[in-house]
T-cell receptor, first 114, second 113 residues
Framework: DADVTQTPRNRITKTGKRIMLECSQT?????MYWYRQDPGLGLRLIYY???????NKGEISDGYSVSRQAQAKFSLSLESAIPNQTALYFC?????????????FGPGTRLTVL | DAKTTQPPSMDCAEGRAANLPCNHS???????VYWYRQIHSQGPQYIIH???NNETNEMASLIITEDRKSSTLILPHATLRDTAVYYC??????????????FGGGTRLMVKP
């Protein structure tokens, strides 16, 4: 079983719709991250959370919001989706006690905004 | 400025060792070398990391030169499933807001039958 899961895996939606992407992990990690990846580009950090009460913006948080419902769950919302939010979205986790802040990624959600 | 330099692509025969080089001439004393890989459109996968000493795990070996300015990731017996983009990343080993996991261009490894 995968340690980091994301739902849905694929989603097509229309401009202006609200979308929620969900991430769950069974690694027992306290840190969770949301990234997006665009074709030919690297990963860009959207939001990160170090525990349930700690939420921080990454480099491209505009147009996104997050919710850390529990240690194991971290959701990303697009309040009003726009076409340039079409991308691959990855959730990642890392452990506070990790010696090297190694991050473990989910399988990704491919989001298309028409 | 890029912290690492990797060849854009490499080929390797199945069953042979794949040696992926990375230059990081400006690495600082407290920065680690990490390797991740990404198989087409899947989530990046952590492979290995090291500071000074050579490291080995069930996936790969990491050889770091004595001056730490370059390193080599070795996949000892490459399989077709190892075809992926491999990223060499240099960063300190603790989190702070500016210490993001930055994936550059990477090396596209093609393992051929």
């Amino acid at each position: 079983d995968a340690d980091v899961t994301q739902t849905p895996r694929n989603r097509i939606t229309k401009t202006g719709k609200r979308i929620m992407l969900e991430c769950s992990q069974t690694k027992g990690h306290d840190r969770m991250y949301w990234y997006r990846q665009d074709p030919g580009l690297g990963l860009r950090l959207i939001y990160y959370s170090f525990d349930v009460k700690d939420i921080n913006k990454g480099e491209i948080s505009d147009g996104y919001s997050v919710s850390r419902q529990a240690q194991a769950k971290f959701s990303l919302s697009l309040e009003s989706a726009i076409p340039n939010q079409t991308a691959l979205y990855f959730c990642a986790t890392s452990g506070k006690r990790s010696r090297a802040d190694t991050q473990y990624f989910g399988p990704g959600t491919r989001l298309t905004v028409l | 400025d890029a912290k690492t330099t990797q060849p854009p692509s490499m080929d390797c025969a199945e069953g042979r060792a794949a040696n992926l080089p990375c230059n990081h001439s400006t690495i600082s004393g407290n920065e680690y070398v990490y390797w991740y890989r990404q198989i087409h459109s899947q989530g990046p996968q952590y492979i290995i990391h090291g500071l000074k000493n050579n490291e080995t795990n069930e996936m790969a070996s990491l050889i770091i030169t004595e001056d730490r300015k370059s390193s080599t990731l070795i996949l000892p017996h490459a399989t077709l499933r190892d075809t992926a983009v491999y990223y060499c990343i240099v960063r300190v080993a603790y989190w702070y807001a500016g210490n993001m996991l930055t994936f550059g261009g990477g090396t596209r490894l093609m393992v051929k039958p």
